[in-house]
């Protein structure tokens, strides 16, 4: 099992897209979200959302927001940032990615000593 932090920052685009176009690609995120939840194995533990204290696009870190999840291996955590470049919005023309980016952290569960 692996403990992946999926970074997720927001492109320029989403910041200049007209209202309608925000409301489908927050409908798109919210599709991608429940597609890494419903992975075989998926443990999502935690979502952070800094958008309150952070204006404007992310192109690096830090991120707009965070998913801490436990995942079974490396093939599902290509197939959770691939939900980016497949998840459609509106009508399908743009996919979640032209909004927004994912860059996925692997690591393992830090258990502290006692």
């Given at each position: 099992?692996?403990?992946?932090?999926?970074?997720?920052g927001?492109n320029?685009?989403?910041m200049?897209?007209?209202?309608?176009?925000?409301?489908?690609?927050?409908?798109?995120?919210s599709?991608?979200?429940?597609?890494?939840?419903e992975?075989?194995?998926?443990?999502i533990?935690?979502i952070?959302?800094?958008?309150?204290i952070?204006?404007?696009?992310s192109?690096?870190?830090p991120?707009?927001?965070y998913?801490?999840?436990d995942?079974?291996d490396?093939?599902?955590v290509?197939?959770a940032c691939?939900?980016f470049?497949t998840?459609?919005?509106?009508?399908?023309?743009?996919?979640l990615?032209?909004?927004?980016?994912v860059e996925?952290r692997?690591?393992?569960?830090l258990?502290?000593?006692?």
């Open positions: 099992m692996n403990r992946v932090l999926f970074c997720i927001i320029q685009n989403f200049d897209a007209p209202a309608e176009e925000g409301k489908q690609v927050w409908q798109a995120f599709q991608m979200m429940q597609g890494i939840d992975l075989p194995g998926v443990n533990l935690g952070m959302d800094d958008d309150r952070m204006v404007g696009p192109a690096t870190a991120w707009t927001a998913i801490m999840a995942v079974p490396y093939e599902s290509v197939a691939n939900f470049r998840t459609p919005v509106g009508d399908g023309t743009y996919k990615w032209k909004y927004a980016r996925a692997i690591g393992r569960e258990v502290v000593p006692e």
